[in-house]
Protein backbone atom coordinates (compact mmCIF):
# COMPACT_ATOMS: atom_id res chain seq x y z
CA UNK A 1 0.00 0.00 0.00
CA UNK A 2 1.21 3.67 -0.98
CA UNK A 3 1.59 6.19 1.67
CA UNK A 4 -1.35 8.28 2.74
CA UNK A 5 -0.25 11.54 0.67
CA UNK A 6 1.10 9.38 -2.33
CA UNK A 7 -1.72 7.27 -2.34
CA UNK A 8 -4.71 10.04 -2.05
CA UNK A 9 -2.79 11.74 -4.91
CA UNK A 10 -2.68 8.73 -7.36
CA UNK A 11 -6.11 7.56 -7.09
CA UNK A 12 -7.30 11.69 -7.60
CA UNK A 13 -5.71 11.74 -10.64
CA UNK A 14 -6.54 8.38 -11.96
CA UNK A 15 -10.20 9.55 -11.29
CA UNK A 16 -9.26 13.23 -12.98
CA UNK A 17 -7.69 10.79 -16.26
CA UNK A 18 -10.57 8.21 -15.79
CA UNK A 19 -8.11 5.32 -15.87
CA UNK A 20 -7.37 2.73 -12.87
CA UNK A 21 -4.74 0.47 -12.60
CA UNK A 22 -5.94 -2.90 -10.49
CA UNK A 23 -6.66 -2.90 -6.78
CA UNK A 24 -5.97 0.47 -4.79
CA UNK A 25 -1.99 2.04 -5.58
CA UNK A 26 0.68 -0.46 -4.34
CA UNK A 27 3.86 -1.54 -4.71
CA UNK A 28 4.73 -4.91 -6.39
CA UNK A 29 7.55 -6.74 -4.66
CA UNK A 30 6.44 -9.39 -7.60
CA UNK A 31 4.34 -10.18 -10.34
CA UNK A 32 0.90 -11.87 -10.22
CA UNK A 33 2.27 -15.22 -9.67
CA UNK A 34 0.13 -19.33 -9.44
CA UNK A 35 1.20 -21.47 -6.47
CA UNK A 36 -0.48 -24.62 -5.49
CA UNK A 37 0.52 -23.49 -1.48
CA UNK A 38 -2.28 -23.02 0.51
CA UNK A 39 -3.36 -19.74 2.34
CA UNK A 40 -1.61 -20.57 5.13
CA UNK A 41 1.27 -22.23 3.57
CA UNK A 42 2.38 -19.10 1.83
CA UNK A 43 1.53 -16.93 4.35
CA UNK A 44 4.06 -19.11 6.47
CA UNK A 45 6.29 -19.44 3.62
CA UNK A 46 6.21 -15.69 2.95
CA UNK A 47 7.00 -15.20 7.03
CA UNK A 48 9.82 -17.35 6.29
CA UNK A 49 11.20 -15.34 3.55
CA UNK A 50 10.59 -11.49 5.59
CA UNK A 51 12.11 -13.03 8.37
CA UNK A 52 13.97 -10.08 10.05
CA UNK A 53 13.82 -7.29 7.73
CA UNK A 54 13.14 -3.78 8.61
CA UNK A 55 11.58 -0.84 7.17
CA UNK A 56 13.00 0.43 3.75
CA UNK A 57 12.76 3.45 1.70
CA UNK A 58 11.83 3.87 -1.87
CA UNK A 59 12.82 6.80 -4.26
CA UNK A 60 10.15 7.63 -6.65
CA UNK A 61 11.92 7.82 -10.01
CA UNK A 62 9.33 9.07 -12.51
CA UNK A 63 6.66 8.52 -14.61
CA UNK A 64 7.17 5.89 -17.39
CA UNK A 65 4.90 4.05 -20.11
CA UNK A 66 5.21 0.63 -21.71
CA UNK A 67 2.42 -0.60 -23.99
CA UNK A 68 -0.87 -0.48 -22.28
CA UNK A 69 0.10 0.89 -18.67
CA UNK A 70 1.24 4.18 -17.09
CA UNK A 71 2.78 3.86 -14.21
CA UNK A 72 5.26 5.83 -11.30
CA UNK A 73 8.67 4.58 -11.25
CA UNK A 74 10.59 3.60 -8.53
CA UNK A 75 14.43 3.25 -8.08
CA UNK A 76 15.27 -0.16 -7.71
CA UNK A 77 17.64 0.37 -4.57
CA UNK A 78 19.98 -2.81 -3.41
CA UNK A 79 17.33 -3.25 -0.60
CA UNK A 80 14.51 -3.58 -2.61
CA UNK A 81 16.40 -5.96 -5.10
CA UNK A 82 17.33 -8.04 -2.06
CA UNK A 83 13.52 -7.82 -1.32
CA UNK A 84 12.82 -8.70 -4.37
CA UNK A 85 15.16 -11.74 -4.56
CA UNK A 86 13.29 -12.86 -1.20
CA UNK A 87 10.18 -13.11 -2.05
CA UNK A 88 10.96 -15.18 -5.68
CA UNK A 89 12.01 -17.76 -3.43
CA UNK A 90 8.71 -18.47 -2.04
CA UNK A 91 6.93 -21.37 -3.90
CA UNK A 92 6.67 -23.50 -5.63
CA UNK A 93 5.77 -20.68 -7.70
CA UNK A 94 5.35 -19.31 -11.48
CA UNK A 95 7.65 -16.82 -12.46
CA UNK A 96 6.44 -13.75 -14.73
CA UNK A 97 8.26 -11.96 -17.46
CA UNK A 98 8.86 -9.00 -15.46
CA UNK A 99 9.99 -10.73 -12.23
CA UNK A 100 14.39 -11.06 -11.81
CA UNK A 101 16.25 -9.07 -13.90
CA UNK A 102 13.05 -7.07 -15.35
CA UNK A 103 11.47 -6.16 -12.24
CA UNK A 104 10.54 -2.67 -12.08
CA UNK A 105 9.29 -1.44 -8.97
CA UNK A 106 6.09 0.51 -9.35
CA UNK A 107 3.25 2.19 -8.52
CA UNK A 108 0.61 1.42 -11.73
CA UNK A 109 -1.59 4.83 -12.80
CA UNK A 110 -3.31 2.91 -15.90
CA UNK A 111 -3.37 -0.31 -16.99
CA UNK A 112 -5.28 -1.32 -20.34
CA UNK A 113 -4.50 1.91 -21.64
CA UNK A 114 -5.64 1.93 -25.47
CA UNK A 115 -3.61 3.12 -28.13
CA UNK A 116 -5.87 5.65 -29.40
CA UNK A 117 -5.96 7.15 -25.53
CA UNK A 118 -1.92 6.01 -25.02
CA UNK A 119 -0.23 9.79 -26.46
CA UNK A 120 -2.89 11.93 -24.37
CA UNK A 121 -2.42 10.31 -21.04
CA UNK A 122 1.20 10.22 -21.58
CA UNK A 123 0.69 14.24 -22.02
CA UNK A 124 -1.21 14.74 -19.25
CA UNK A 125 0.97 12.66 -16.46
CA UNK A 126 3.71 14.54 -17.72
CA UNK A 127 2.46 17.22 -15.71
CA UNK A 128 1.47 15.54 -13.11
CA UNK A 129 4.25 15.76 -9.95
CA UNK A 130 3.54 12.94 -7.08
CA UNK A 131 3.65 14.92 -3.43
CA UNK A 132 6.69 12.81 -2.47
CA UNK A 133 10.17 11.70 -3.86
CA UNK A 134 10.34 9.10 -1.19
CA UNK A 135 8.33 6.90 1.04
CA UNK A 136 9.07 4.43 3.86
CA UNK A 137 7.77 1.16 3.74
CA UNK A 138 6.73 -0.47 6.84
CA UNK A 139 5.00 -3.55 6.20
CA UNK A 140 4.12 -5.21 3.03
CA UNK A 141 0.67 -7.01 2.64
CA UNK A 142 0.15 -10.55 0.56
CA UNK A 143 -2.79 -10.32 -1.57
CA UNK A 144 -4.56 -12.49 -3.74
CA UNK A 145 -6.83 -12.07 -6.81
CA UNK A 146 -10.01 -13.56 -6.62
CA UNK A 147 -13.22 -12.68 -9.12
CA UNK A 148 -11.52 -9.53 -9.72
CA UNK A 149 -10.77 -8.52 -6.81
CA UNK A 150 -7.81 -8.31 -4.36
CA UNK A 151 -8.30 -10.08 -1.10
CA UNK A 152 -5.73 -9.33 1.33
CA UNK A 153 -4.44 -13.09 3.07
CA UNK A 154 -1.76 -11.71 5.52
CA UNK A 155 0.04 -8.64 6.46
CA UNK A 156 4.08 -8.48 7.56
CA UNK A 157 4.70 -5.59 9.60
CA UNK A 158 8.63 -5.02 9.11
CA UNK A 159 10.45 -4.80 12.34
CA UNK A 160 13.89 -6.24 11.68
CA UNK A 161 16.34 -4.85 12.86
CA UNK A 162 16.92 -0.84 11.06
CA UNK A 163 19.93 -1.64 8.45
CA UNK A 164 20.67 2.31 8.01
CA UNK A 165 20.68 4.71 11.26
CA UNK A 166 22.42 7.52 9.65
CA UNK A 167 18.86 9.36 10.05
CA UNK A 168 17.81 7.67 13.51
CA UNK A 169 21.55 9.18 15.28
CA UNK A 170 20.89 11.99 17.53
CA UNK A 171 23.65 14.81 18.32
CA UNK A 172 25.15 14.21 21.70
CA UNK A 173 24.21 16.62 24.19
CA UNK A 174 26.73 19.16 24.79
Known amino acids: MAPEALDTWMRR???RLNVSGFGLPHLNLRAPFQTPLSGPELVRACREALRGQSELTVQVKGWKQLQGVIF???HLSSDLRDLHERCLQVGPSSRA???GDLYRPHLTLAL???PWAAGYLWNEVQQCE???TSFSVQALSLTREERGEVQELHTFPLTGPPTDTRHTREAAPS
Open 13 to 15: TQK
Open 72 to 74: LEC
Open 97 to 99: QYD
Open 112 to 114: GVL
Open 130 to 132: PPV
